[in-house]
């Protein structure tokens, strides 16, 4: 699962554990995949493109990784640096300006080189901030083990989902954005401290892919992984 993380700080956590703060290096825009949490109904749109897992490029130690978003509106589109610090998930519905119609999904990559460490990983967490929520509908945004990405990326040519690994129903208290959501991603974490993966790649959707109620945009530039140490 290719994806680039760096490292941007340590700290220690209240409980004494040693925590890993790392970072993104690059931008790109993704469109949001199908949910499979629990109360939602699942269902795969778009096409998945099958690859092996095999890590993509590490990137530089304290920046931003690799991150784009698909649209369905727009499958043959690639957004990677064409969408500023957004990255949209969930499906848009605009009379104004259908360009950005469609259902959406985001990949971010993630440094994974200082997780190659002794140590037993406690946990991990993808932390992004919502930047904007087109309502306070209690709709999840998902977080998947993915595929690496591409400059070229589109919706027609998206990594492989490979599994859910946590989702997070954000606040239904106004306003319903600007605000941190933390994932838990210590599967992904995990298995790139064993196998030694330079990067990982993230995939956020929201789990209600048939309402527009469900969308919401993310900055990419706010990413961090926070890993606890054992």
């Given at each position: 699962?290719?994806?680039?993380?760096?490292?941007?700080?340590?700290?220690?956590?209240?409980?004494?554990?040693?925590?890993?703060?790392?970072?993104?290096?690059?931008?790109?825009?993704?469109?949001?995949?199908?949910?499979?949490?629990?109360?939602?109904?699942?269902?795969?749109?778009?096409?998945?493109?099958?690859?092996?897992?095999?890590?993509?490029p590490a990137a530089?130690?304290?920046?931003?990784?690799?991150?784009?978003?698909?649209?369905?509106?727009?499958?043959?589109?690639?957004?990677?640096?064409?969408?500023?610090?957004?990255?949209?998930?969930?499906?848009?519905?605009?009379?104004?300006?259908?360009?950005?119609?469609?259902?959406?999904?985001?990949?971010?990559?993630?440094?994974?080189?200082?997780?190659?460490?002794?140590?037993?990983?406690?946990?991990?967490?993808?932390?992004?901030?919502?930047?904007?929520?087109?309502?306070?509908?209690?709709?999840?945004?998902?977080?998947?083990?993915?595929?690496?990405?591409?400059?070229?990326?589109?919706?027609?040519?998206?990594?492989?989902?490979?599994?859910?690994?946590?989702?997070?129903?954000?606040?239904q208290r106004p306003?319903?954005?600007?605000?941190?959501?933390?994932?838990?991603?210590?599967?992904?974490?995990?298995?790139?401290?064993?196998?030694?993966?330079?990067?990982?790649?993230?995939?956020?959707?929201?789990?209600?892919?048939?309402?527009?109620d469900a969308y919401?945009?993310?900055?990419?530039?706010?990413?961090?992984?926070?890993?606890?140490?054992?």
């Amino acid at each position: 699962m290719p994806t680039t993380r760096s490292l941007t700080g340590r700290r220690r956590s209240r409980s004494g554990y040693a925590l890993l703060a790392c970072g993104l290096v690059g931008g790109l825009a993704a469109p949001a995949a199908v949910a499979a949490s629990p109360g939602t109904q699942t269902g795969q749109t778009g096409t998945s493109v099958s690859e092996q897992r095999q890590p993509g490029p590490a990137a530089p130690r304290g920046r931003v990784g690799l991150w784009t978003s698909v649209n369905s509106g727009s499958p043959n589109r690639a957004y990677h640096g064409q969408t500023d610090d957004i990255a949209r998930v969930g499906k848009r519905d605009l009379r104004n300006n259908r360009e950005l119609n469609g259902v959406w999904r985001s990949f971010i990559t993630m440094g994974a080189q200082d997780l190659h460490r002794p140590g037993t990983i406690r946990k991990a967490e993808l932390r992004i901030r919502n930047a904007t929520s087109q309502s306070c509908a209690p709709y999840n945004v998902e977080a998947w083990d993915t595929g690496r990405v591409y400059p070229s990326t589109t919706w027609h040519k998206q990594p492989r989902w490979y599994r859910l690994l946590s989702w997070v129903s954000p606040s239904q208290r106004p306003p319903c954005q600007n605000r941190t959501l933390s994932f838990d991603v210590t599967p992904s974490a995990r298995a790139a401290q064993q196998n030694r993966w330079p990067s990982m790649t993230l995939g956020l959707k929201a789990a209600n892919e048939r309402s527009s109620d469900a969308y919401k945009t993310f900055n990419p530039s706010t990413a961090r992984l926070v890993v606890t140490w054992g």
